[in-house]
């Protein structure tokens, strides 16, 4: 890599003249060190990069001078994006060029030529072919805005996709599909798959296949995460759900529900996933309210986890105008299982409407008894003893500000702050049972500046998706440690057999 031997970098001072002293050089070194650390922090695997804080400082970073481009090149080409054929053949020559880059390469994201519109993919086959075994730190695989046309790619170049042998995470958004038969070969290309994304994902072929005449390798599969698609492609997900074994299950429950229907594609979803799953989000935007005296067969017809024996976290979240709140206690109701810890509930609003939105959510949830029967149905016996510190979290967040810190929203207006203070004591009055246990989430302040600095304010709900994050990791934290705990009991009833029985025996 050609680096600089230093930066120098000068200011201007308000005294006597305009151009005062150069600061002392800036040995490149230190840059370097600064600029590795911030690339650290991007997780170059989480689908929506734009706006991201570390990828963000880092391209500002590669348009201050000649010098630091070269020092964050290799950190921005983690993540490599092929809009065609040319994008394919650039890349292998730069691969050869510098060899080094083979190393660097974490994501490949594969889209038509045109941002946002759905365009033919041929370059997938050709990238398959033509650079498998030269990337070999390749983990994911992103295809987005793409229509898959038949005959564009042939299938055995999407076997090349084996080669590249650490991938474990397959996204798929916003894709049109000829047959599902293209998404099962991909599949099956990639026997290391833990996690898959589907988004938007629609299928051209309107004759029913059953999948299981499909080729279909997926074993590994861990986190299956399944929104919006075409019902052939649904059918695909439920087959790969009953032949692994999902611990993480997303689904988004269609928009448009029928409490009579003779089927439901978002319970046969769920019950294939039901021996396994650990961790299961909700994802509900309803088009239109539901009867109240059918919300209950609605729930029990599509959003029904009496049978996840296993389950131990779940999320979810609504849309505005939010038709589907109503059933969020119908939902806790069914709830079984003995490992059950935590629960979160994230309120989407519309960013150019917040306010006017968030003063309707508020009157709604002030009229209704909502909050009350999820604070009363957590207090019941299955969940006194399971449900962990801090565990039922409900925030609000609109996803243009998706990477916004905390810090940030809190600067957007006293107007905005009050509201917030509206919500915090609205939820802490209504649920005064579980905010007494202590179950409730209090929020966490990110500032990306200082990473590490956490600020505890005393606030029962969460603002922004980042103090959602925050909340995760501290749920898994504490799945981990109760976890070790167990495993030490069982250790130790498994090392002293005898510990409670009588002692000595000859017999």
């Known amino acids: 890599m050609d680096r600089a031997e230093s930066i120098t970098t000068a200011v201007s001072t308000s005294e006597g003249s305009s151009h005062g002293p150069a600061i002392p050089r800036l040995p490149v070194e230190v840059c370097e060190r600064i600029i590795d650390y911030v690339a650290a922090g991007w997780d170059t695997g989480y689908p929506i990069a734009k706006g991201e804080p570390h990828l963000t400082t880092l391209t500002s970073c590669a348009l201050v001078c000649q010098d630091w481009y070269f020092l964050t090149w290799y950190h921005l080409r983690q993540r490599i994006h092929l809009r065609d054929r040319t994008d394919v053949l650039s890349l292998s020559k730069t691969l050869r060029a510098k060899p080094r880059l083979r190393e660097v390469i974490q994501q490949v994201v594969i889209s038509g030529a045109s941002p946002g519109k759905r365009q033919a993919i041929p370059h997938l086959g050709t990238f398959a072919a033509m650079l498998a075994g030269k990337a070999p730190r390749l983990s994911r695989i992103t295809i987005e805005d793409a229509e898959w046309t038949i005959g564009s790619v042939r299938m055995e170049d999407i076997g090349f996709l084996g080669v590249f042998s650490y991938i474990d995470t397959l996204n798929i958004s916003k894709v049109t599909l000829s047959s599902v038969a293209q998404l099962s070969h991909l599949v099956s290309a990639l026997p290391r798959l833990r996690k898959l994304w589907c988004f938007e994902v629609d299928c051209l072929q309107k004759q029913h296949v059953s999948p299981a005449s499909l080729p279909l390798n997926c074993a590994n599969l861990e ?31 269609p928009n448009e529900v029928n409490a009579s229907s003779a089927a439901s594609r978002s319970q046969t979803m769920l019950d294939a996933s039901s021996t396994s799953a650990e961790l299961v989000q909700l994802h509900i935007a309803l088009s239109s309210p539901v009867r109240d005296d059918a919300i209950d067969a609605t729930v029990e017809r599509h959003c029904n986890l009496s049978h996840h024996d296993h389950l131990r976290r779940l999320d979810i979240h609504l849309w505005y105008p939010f038709a589907d709140w109503l059933w969020i206690p119908h939902i806790l109701s069914r709830i079984v299982s003995k490992h059950f810890q935590a629960m979160a509930i994230v309120l989407y609003l519309l960013i150019d409407q917040m306010a006017e939105d968030l003063d309707g959510l508020l009157t709604t949830m002030e009229q209704d008894d909502v909050l009350v029967r999820l604070d009363y149905t957590l207090q019941e016996k299955r969940f006194s003893g399971t449900i962990a510190s801090r565990g039922f979290c409900i925030g609000i967040h609109d996803e243009e500000t998706l990477w916004m810190s905390g810090t940030e929203l809190s600067g957007m207006g006293s107007a905005k702050r009050e509201r917030y203070d509206r919500w915090d004591e609205l939820v802490r009055r209504k649920m005064p049972h579980s905010h007494g246990r202590g179950i409730l989430r209090y929020v966490v302040l990110w500032s990306w500046s200082n990473r590490e600095g956490k600020l505890r304010v005393p ?9 959602f994050i ?38």
């Open 459 to 467: 606030r029962s709900t969460v603002h922004n998706f980042l103090e």
């Open 470 to 507: 925050s909340w995760i990791q501290d749920m898994e934290e504490i799945h981990r440690q109760s976890m070790q705990a167990e495993q030490k009991n069982t250790a130790g009833e498994d090392a002293h057999p005898l510990a409670k029985g009588p002692q000595g025996s000859t017999d």
């Open 223 to 253: 986190h299956l995460d399944v929104r919006w698609v075409a019902p052939a492609v649904e059918d695909v997900f439920v087959h790969i759900s009953r032949a692994s074994r999902v611990r993480i299950l997303e689904l988004g429950v």
